[in-house]
C-alpha cells in the first residue's frame, strides 16, 4: 500500500507535493510516521502500554470537581482507601496559611493510573492532615510537579522528535502542566500550555489567550518539591 500511494504522490517543478486524489491524500498522510502524525495534526500520543516503573514525586491534584481518591488497584470500581489531601485555602484563615497539597512518591503506570507508594502532609506542620495508607492508586491527572526542562519529546527517548523547545525557559515557569497522562522512568506525558513570554526586556509578560496552544509531550527532568528546584539531568 506504501509504495501504491507513493506513486501516485507527485512533486511539482518548485518541489512542492500534490496529491492529485483526496483519498489518497488522506492515505498518504496516514503513511506518515506516527510521532510525525501526532505533531502535525495534534493527535494523542501512544500511551505507554503494560506497567511501566516510574520514577516521580510530585503533590496533589484537584481540580476542584473531584476528590483524589487513592484505590486498591488501578481501577475505578476497586476499593477506596481514602482521600489524599489537596490545597485548602478555605483553611488560610484559622490556620494562618493556606494548607499544602500532600506530597505523593509514584512509582509505577498502569493504564492511566499511577502507584503511589508514600504520601506525606507534613508541609502543615501542626495542621498536618491525615493521609490514607499506602501503597495504592491515583487517577493519573490527580498529581501535578514543576518541570525543570523546556524540551518537550515525542516519546520518552531525547533521541526521538523534539515537539516543544521553551528556548532555554523551563516548562512550568513559563507555562502550566493542563492533564497529566502517563510517566514511565523518569519521563511524564502531559498536556501543557505556554501562559508567559519574555519582552523585549527580558520581563516575563503573558501570552494573550488567542494565542496560547495547547501541545502533547514528554517531558523528564521534574521537581515535586513545591518551595525548590531540584537537581536535574541537562538537556541535549
Not at 9 to 23: D, T
Not at 127 to 156: K, L, M
Not at 204 to 213: G, S
Amino acid at each position: 500500500m506504501a509504495h501504491y500511494i507513493a506513486d501516485r504522490i507527485k512533486l511539482n517543478p518548485v518541489g512542492i507535493m500534490v496529491i492529485r486524489n483526496p483519498l489518497l491524500g488522506f492515505l498518504a498522510l496516514l503513511a506518515i510516521a506516527p510521532q510525525a502524525q501526532a505533531e502535525r495534526l495534534g493527535i494523542p500520543l501512544p500511551l505507554p502500554q503494560g506497567v511501566q516503573t516510574c520514577e516521580l514525586q510530585g503533590w496533589a491534584y484537584s481540580n476542584g470537581l473531584v476528590e483524589v481518591v487513592l484505590r486498591q488497584s488501578p481501577d475505578k470500581d476497586s476499593k477506596a482507601l481514602g482521600i489524599v489531601p489537596v490545597d485548602d485555602p478555605s483553611k488560610t484563615a484559622s490556620h494562618g496559611n493556606m494548607l499544602y497539597p500532600a506530597e505523593i512518591t509514584i512509582v509505577q503506570y498502569d493504564g492511566g493510573w499511577l502507584k503511589v507508594s508514600a504520601l506525606r502532609d507534613l508541609e502543615n506542620a501542626e495542621a498536618e492532615r491525615a493521609v490514607p495508607p499506602t501503597p495504592g492508586w491515583i487517577a493519573a491527572n490527580s498529581i501535578r510537579f514543576n518541570i525543570q526542562s523546556g524540551n518537550g519529546y515525542a516519546a520518552p527517548d531525547t533521541a526521538s522528535a523534539v515537539l516543544i523547545d521553551m528556548k532555554g525557559e523551563w516548562a512550568t515557569e513559563v507555562g502550566e502542566i493542563e492533564q497529566v497522562h502517563a510517566c514511565q522512568a523518569n519521563w511524564v506525558l502531559v498536556d501543557y500550555r505556554q501562559t508567559l513570554t519574555r519582552d523585549a526586556q527580558g520581563a516575563l509578560v503573558p501570552v494573550a489567550e488567542e494565542k496560547q496552544t495547547r501541545k502533547q509531550a514528554w517531558f523528564r527532568n521534574t521537581c515535586g518539591d513545591l518551595f525548590t528546584t531540584c537537581d536535574r539531568q541537562l538537556d541535549p
